[in-house]
């Protein structure tokens, strides 16, 4: 979600200021751009949105720690916890996130619209964190309705999908598919599918074939600019049924 999309790939339209396309940072409301030379999922997010709905003014609060598990994103999150996927010295970022929440709706009279999410690499490190991930993503949410007072706020994930693996993972045999280093893999696919379910209303996006950079896992500007507007179509999608 942090992105390592190149901002200076970006076309003009993009990355013009625009009174309606809004972002929380430092303390303020401003107009949306990539804040340095790296940009993630929301510039196209938020251009997508706006063109869905022309008369609103679409705001976004964005928190991110790349190759973080959830578990440092947990309500009741300790050291401990979050030291299984090495991630306690980046300290508690559910307060980090909760905070900056309330700065937002603090600064301006808006409404919290949904919650987007993408993670999950770091804790298919694991067959603990992997076996885990439903309940603590679970909580994670659950927390953040509780914060927003929005028990019915759309939720939209990400979930990766090399050419092996379907869509549909529910009934997937993973026993002959080896992913090195990643005992938790099918894990948390499985969970990050079961949470369309179990954390209605919700819409796991599968993603696959958008562009990464040579020899790195990271999606590139491309891919970055399609991650957004996915996310976006999916999330209108939930609420527009």
Same mark, same amino acid.
């Given at each position: 979600?942090?992105?390592?999309?190149?901002?200076?790939?970006?076309?003009?339209?993009?990355?013009?200021?625009?009174?309606?396309?809004?972002?929380?940072?430092?303390?303020?409301?401003?107009?949306?751009?990539?804040? @340095?030379?790296?940009?993630?999922?929301?510039?196209?997010? /938020?251009?997508?949105? /706006?063109?869905?709905?022309?008369? *609103?003014?679409?705001?976004?609060?964005? &928190?991110?720690?790349?190759?973080?598990?959830?578990? /440092?994103?947990?309500?009741?999150?300790?050291?401990?916890?979050?030291?299984?996927?090495?991630? +306690?010295?980046? +300290?508690?970022?559910? &307060?980090?996130?909760?905070?900056?929440?309330?700065?937002?709706?603090? #600064?301006?009279?808006? &409404?919290?619209?949904?919650?987007?999410?993408?993670?999950? +690499?770091?804790?298919?490190?694991?067959?603990?964190? $992997?076996?885990?991930?439903?309940?603590?993503?679970?909580? =994670?949410?659950?927390?953040? %309705?509780?914060?927003?007072?929005?028990?019915?706020?759309?939720?939209? =994930?990400?979930?990766? %999908?090399?050419?092996?693996?379907?869509?549909? !993972?529910?009934?997937?045999?993973?026993?002959?598919? !080896?992913?090195? $280093? %990643?005992?938790?893999? #099918?894990?948390?696919?499985?969970?990050?599918?079961?949470?369309?379910?179990?954390?209605?209303?919700?819409?796991?996006?599968?993603?696959?074939?958008?562009?990464?950079?040579?020899? @790195?896992?990271?999606? @590139?500007?491309?891919?970055?600019?399609?991650? +957004? %507007?996915?996310? /976006?179509?999916?999330?209108? *999608? =939930?609420?527009?049924?």
């Amino acid at each position: 979600m942090v992105g390592q999309g190149l901002s200076a790939e970006l076309p003009e339209e993009l990355v013009k200021q625009n009174n309606r396309l809004l972002m929380f940072e430092g303390g303020k409301w401003q107009p949306l751009r990539p804040l @340095n030379s790296l940009f993630g999922p929301e510039i196209t997010f /938020a251009h997508t949105m /706006a063109k869905r709905y022309p008369n *609103e003014t679409i705001g976004i609060v964005k &928190q991110s720690i790349g190759g973080t598990g959830v578990l /440092a994103w947990h309500p009741q999150c300790t050291q401990e916890k979050a030291d299984l996927t090495d991630d +306690g010295k980046k +300290g508690n970022l559910w &307060q980090e996130l909760t905070s900056k929440v309330h700065g937002a709706k603090t #600064a301006a009279d808006c &409404q919290i619209m949904g919650f987007i999410w993408m993670q999950g +690499g770091k804790d298919m490190l694991l067959m603990e964190t $992997g076996e885990s991930y439903l309940r603590n993503l679970k909580a =994670l949410v659950d927390g953040i %309705r509780d914060f927003t007072d929005s028990p019915d706020l759309p939720f939209v =994930l990400g979930s990766y %999908r090399t050419p092996a693996v379907p869509d549909d !993972v529910s009934n997937f045999d993973f026993t002959e598919l !080896v992913v090195k $280093g %990643r005992p938790g893999y #099918a894990a948390v696919l499985k969970a990050q599918q079961q949470a369309e379910v179990e954390l209605a209303p919700a819409k796991m996006i599968p993603l696959r074939n958008l562009e990464t950079h040579p020899r @790195n896992v990271h999606y @590139n500007t491309q891919g970055q600019r399609q991650l +957004g %507007r996915l996310f /976006a179509e999916g999330y209108v *999608e =939930l609420i527009e049924p």
